[in-house]
T-cell receptor, first 114, second 109 residues
Framework: GAVVSQHPSWVICKSGTSVKIECRSL??????MFWYRQFPKQSLMLMAT?????????EQGVEKDKFLINHASLTLSTLTVTSAHPEDSSFYIC??????????FGQGTRLTVV | QKEVEQNSGPLSVPEGAIASLNCTYS??????FFWYRQYSGKSPELIMF????GDKEDGRFTAQLNKASQYVSLLIRDSQPSDSATYLC?????????FGRGTQLTVWP
């Protein structure tokens, strides 16, 4: 089946720095990409949705200037957490969907900001 | 975010028993409903989805949907210790998937 590769699987960064998370579709063209965040023992919260050729649409309460999403190509999406702070420590997961395929999750990235 | 509520659990059942997981949703415009299993530190794995009223069976799993009551459930028959995980209910609305908090299930031998 279709595969989504998300990197890194975990990252530790200093407060105030920026972190980039990549998500790639390996054998299909991802026309729509979703980014989720999950705090411990909490639900996956949808952060934003990006469709091919258009800017990302952010969910209410998600700061678009802090969480930069780039739908760079039909196989790559990146999420950059800018000026990260300890409260941004979370599990970030991408979900990619092709025009004629079901959606697939990436493996997730555990971000710890110290 | 669209509201998807799950019984918080944790739910503990003996091996071989039926585990019943419940979910309610607030948006009547939701089109389909999904059940995922998630192990700690991992991304969710799709178990099954349902979009028509009634029951849908897949192996040991049965999903039930009642749109009038805005209620979705998942039954796991002959529960195994390997079924121990967090089960997430999700609703699909306008192409976006919204998740409940999840119910932690423990199946003890």
């Amino acid at each position: 089946g279709a595969v989504v590769s998300q990197h890194p699987s975990w990252v530790i960064c200093k407060s105030g720095t920026s972190v980039k998370i990549e998500c790639r579709s390996l054998d299909f063209q991802a026309t729509t990409m979703f980014w989720y965040r999950q705090f411990p023992k909490q639900s996956l919260m949808l952060m934003a949705t990006s469709n091919e050729g258009s800017k990302a649409t952010y969910e209410q309460g998600v700061e678009k200037d802090k969480f930069l999403i780039n739908h760079a190509s039909l196989t790559l999406s990146t999420l950059t957490v800018t000026s990260a702070h300890p409260e941004d420590s979370s599990f970030y997961i991408c979900r990619l969907r092709g025009s004629n395929t079901e959606a697939f999750f990436g493996q997730g990235t555990r971000l710890t900001v110290v | 975010q669209k509201e998807v509520e799950q019984n918080s659990g944790p739910l503990s059942v003996p091996e071989g028993a039926i585990a019943s997981l419940n979910c309610t949703y607030s948006d009547r415009g939701s089109q389909s409903f999904f059940w995922y299993r998630q192990y700690s530190g991992k991304s969710p794995e799709l178990i099954m989805f349902i979009y028509s009223n009634g029951d849908k069976e897949d192996g040991r799993f049965t999903a039930q949907l009642n749109k009038a009551s805005q209620y979705v459930s998942l039954l796991i028959r002959d529960s195994q210790p390997s079924d121990s995980a967090t089960y997430l209910c999700a609703s699909l609305t306008l192409g976006r998937l919204y998740f409940g908090r999840g119910t932690q299930l423990t199946v003890w031998p």
